[in-house]
T-cell receptor
Framework: AQSVTQLGSHVSVSEGALVLLRCNYSSSVPPYLFWYVQYPNQGLQLLLKYTSAATLVKGINGFEAEFKKSETSFHLTKPSAHMSDAAEYFCAVSDFTGKLIFGQGTTLQVKP | EAGVVQSPRYKIIEKKQPVAFWCNPISGHNTLYWYRQNLGQGPELLIRYENEEAVDDSQLPKDRFSAERLKGVDSTLKIQPAELGDSAVYLC?????????????FGPGTRLTVT
């Protein structure tokens, strides 16, 4: 069975600081991995996805993630946090049908 | 292009009452998903449709939940009767096809509160 673990339910950074949100996965087959963002009272928006091509994936809004098979990780980073990045972030793994299995989510707080 | 539309956005009901949620997916999207998101958790799949056929309803509590997707477009998710534990956000998503790599587009969700 596939699963995702997000380390840290809350992350707080200062504006301009590095953002690092951690995600580890478990999958018996080569995984497809996703990061979604959810702003208050809105649906989920895809930030980026890994589909077995390049291990460093660039997404929207300056975010990127690196797939590391040896560490079963897919951490999300952004070099410089903006106030508008404050939101809930979800890591997800997809099974062969396209069904998404989500992690518990990480709330990102950005302090001025 | 219009996104996934859901209504109502908010619903408050008393326990044991029925409730229904409606979803209109992106035009042309054959695959439709209903997810439930409990407070502080990630979404969990309830049911997946391929056109009008429910191809994965293994996580749908069938004693009180039902869903339909008539004509393979709009979909309705119903709870009857609602319980306190059903309080959650119900998200609808659609994709052009099922399978790996096809992006799911999410609606804003319906926040259900059962009192």
């Amino acid at each position: 069975a596939q699963s995702v673990t997000q380390l840290g339910s809350h992350v707080s950074v200062s504006e301009g600081a590095l953002v690092l949100l951690r995600c580890n996965y478990s999958s018996s087959v080569p995984p497809y991995l996703f990061w979604y963002v959810q702003y208050p009272n809105q649906g989920l928006q895809l930030l980026l996805k890994y589909t077995s091509a390049a291990t460093l994936v660039k997404g929207i809004n300056g975010f990127e993630a690196e797939f590391k098979k040896s560490e079963t990780s897919f951490h999300l980073t952004k070099p410089s946090a903006h106030m508008s990045d404050a939101a809930e972030y979800f890591c997800a793994v997809s099974d062969f049908t396209g069904k998404l299995i989500f992690g518990q989510g990480t709330t990102l707080q950005v302090k001025p | 292009e219009a996104g996934v539309v859901q209504s109502p956005r908010y619903k408050i009901i008393e326990k044991k009452q029925p409730v229904a949620f409606w979803c209109n997916p992106i035009s042309g999207h054959n695959t439709l998903y209903w997810y439930r998101q409990n407070l502080g958790q990630g979404p969990e799949l309830l049911i997946r449709y391929e056109n009008e056929e429910a191809v994965d309803d293994s996580q749908l509590p069938k004693d009180r939940f039902s869903a339909e997707r008539l004509k393979g477009v709009d979909s309705t998710l119903k709870i009857q009767p609602a319980e306190l534990g059903d309080s959650a956000v119900y998200l609808c998503a659609s994709s052009s096809q099922q399978g790996l790599g096809y992006e799911q587009y999410f609606g804003p969700g319906t926040r259900l509160t059962v009192t």
